[in-house]
C-alpha cells in the first residue's frame, strides 16, 4: 500500500509540475494577451531559468530533509504563481510568475525520484519508474484537451485557476499520505557526482534529446495552428504526440529490463529521431497526425528511462543529487530551445526547425553510446 501511494502522489506531482510548463504554450494564442513569438520565448526561457536553477540544491536537499514537506512547499509554489498569471494579466507580470512557476516545479521531479529509488528495490524500479513516467504522456494528453476546452468555454485564465486548485489538494495529499523517508546520514559530496562518466554522459546525451523535446512540445501547437487552422483538431494532433505514450510508458519498465538501459536508448531515439525529421517533409493532416501517433509511442519509452538511469547511477544515497544534476542539463535545453526556435522560424521556416532538432536527437546517441553499467540493467 506504502508503493501504491508513493507512485499516486509522485507521478499526480509530476503530472501537475509538466501540465504547468506546457500551459502556456497552448494559452498564449488564446489569451487576451495576443503574445508575440518572441515574447512566448521570453515567458518559456524565464521558467525553465527558474527550474533549472533549483535542480542541484533540490536534488541534493531530497537526499538530506524530508521529501514530502519540500514536495508540499513545491506545489504549494506552483499553487501561489498560477493564480498571480490569471488574475493579473499583464505581460511583465506573465514574466515573473512564468521565472517563479519554473523555481517551484522544479523541485517536484528530483524529490519524486528520490522518492520512488528509495521505495522500491532493482528488481521493481524500472516498472515503477514505467507507471510514474505515464504522468508525462498524460499530461500532454490532457493539456491538449483540458487547457483549449477551459480557455474556450469560460476564459483563458480558468487554466491557471485549475493548476492552482489542483496543486493544493495535491500537496495536502502529500503531507498526509507520503511516508517519512529514511535519510542518509553521510555527506555527500558533489564533486563525486560530477566525476561520474556515467552523470556526465547522461546529462549531456540528455540536453540533446530534451532540447528537440522541448522545442516539439512549446512551438508545435502553434505550427499545427497554421497548417489545420483550426483550435480543436491542432489540439487534438498535439495530444496525439502522447497518446500512444500513455501505453508504451506500462511497456517502458518491461522494455527496460529485457534490452538495458542503454541499448533501449540507442534504439528509441534512433526511431524517435527519423520520426521528427518526417515533420519537415509533409504538410498532409493524416500523415502528421499518424507520425504524432508514432512520435510519442517512441519518446515515452525514452523518458522512463532517463528516470531509471539517473536513478541507477545515483543509487537509494545519492539517487536525488545525481537527479538533480543530470536534470540541471535537460531542463537548461528548454532555455536554449527558447532561442533556437523562434531565430529559425522567423529566418527560414518550421521546415527547418523540425530538421534541426532531428539532427540533434541523432548526436544525443554518440552519448547514451557511451554509459557504462556494472550490469546493463536489468
Not at 500532454?140 to 480557455?151: H, N, R, T
Not at 512551438?219 to 501505453?247: H, W
Not at 528509441?268 to 515533420?279: C, E, G, K, R, T
Not at 493524416?286 to 528511462?305: E, K, N, Q, S
Request: proline share 3%; net charge positive; charged share 10%.
Amino acid at each position: 500500500m506504502k508503493g501504491k501511494r508513493v507512485i499516486f502522489l509522485s507521478a499526480s506531482s509530476f503530472f501537475l509540475s509538466y501540465f504547468s510548463r506546457v500551459a502556456w504554450s497552448i494559452v498564449a494564442p488564446l489569451s487576451t494577451l495576443k503574445t508575440t513569438t518572441t515574447e512566448d520565448s521570453i515567458i518559456f526561457a524565464l521558467f525553465f531559468l527558474g527550474y533549472i536553477l533549483i535542480q542541484i540544491p533540490s536534488g541534493t536537499l531530497a537526499d538530506r530533509i524530508s521529501a514530502k514537506r519540500l514536495l508540499f512547499l513545491s506545489l504549494l509554489g506552483v499553487a501561489v504563481t498560477s493564480f498571480v498569471s490569471a488574475t493579473f494579466p499583464l505581460i511583465t507580470v506573465e514574466y515573473l510568475a512564468s521565472f517563479l512557476m519554473g523555481f517551484s516545479a522544479g523541485w517536484i521531479y528530483p524529490i519524486t525520484v528520490k522518492l520512488l529509488s528509495t521505495s522500491f528495490d532493482d528488481k521493481d524500479l524500472p516498472i515503477a519508474m514505467s507507471i510514474y513516467s505515464m504522468a508525462w504522456p498524460l499530461s500532454i494528453v490532457a493539456s491538449g484537451i483540458v487547457i483549449p476546452f477551459l480557455a474556450l468555454t469560460f476564459s483563458w485564465e480558468f487554466s491557471f485557476y485549475f493548476i492552482s486548485v489542483f496543486s493544493i489538494i495535491l500537496g495536502i495529499l502529500a503531507l498526509l499520505y507520503l511516508p517519512s523517508l529514511k535519510l542518509t546520514k553521510s555527506i555527500i559530496k558533489f564533486k563525486d557526482v560530477i566525476r561520474d562518466k556515467n552523470s556526465i554522459y547522461i546529462s549531456i546525451g540528455g540536453f540533446l534529446f530534451y532540447l528537440t523535446y522541448w522545442v516539439l512540445v512549446l512551438y508545435l501547437y502553434k505550427y499545427l495552428l497554421g497548417v489545420v487552422r483550426n483550435e480543436y483538431v491542432a489540439g487534438i494532433i498535439y495530444s496525439l504526440t502522447a497518446l500512444t505514450g500513455i501505453f508504451s510508458t506500462i511497456l517502458a519498465g518491461y522494455i527496460i529490463k529485457s534490452l538495458g538501459v542503454k541499448r533501449t536508448f540507442l534504439l528509441f531515439i534512433s526511431l524517435y529521431s527519423f520520426s521528427l525529421l518526417i515533420f519537415s517533409f509533409t504538410k498532409n493532416v493524416m500523415v502528421i497526425g499518424i507520425d504524432a501517433l508514432a512520435l510519442g509511442f517512441f519518446r515515452f519509452i525514452i523518458t522512463p528511462t532517463s528516470s531509471t538511469a539517473v536513478a541507477v547511477i545515483g543509487g537509494k544515497e545519492r539517487s536525488g543529487s545525481v537527479t538533480g544534476f543530470a536534470n540541471f542539463f535537460w531542463q537548461s535545453s528548454g532555455i536554449v530551445g527558447s532561442i533556437i526556435a523562434p531565430l529559425l522560424i522567423n529566418l527560414f521556416t518550421y521546415t527547418y526547425l523540425w530538421t534541426f532538432i532531428s539532427v540533434l536527437s541523432f548526436l544525443s546517441l554518440i552519448f547514451y553510446y557511451k554509459l557504462k553499467f556494472m550490469r546493463d540493467y536489468l
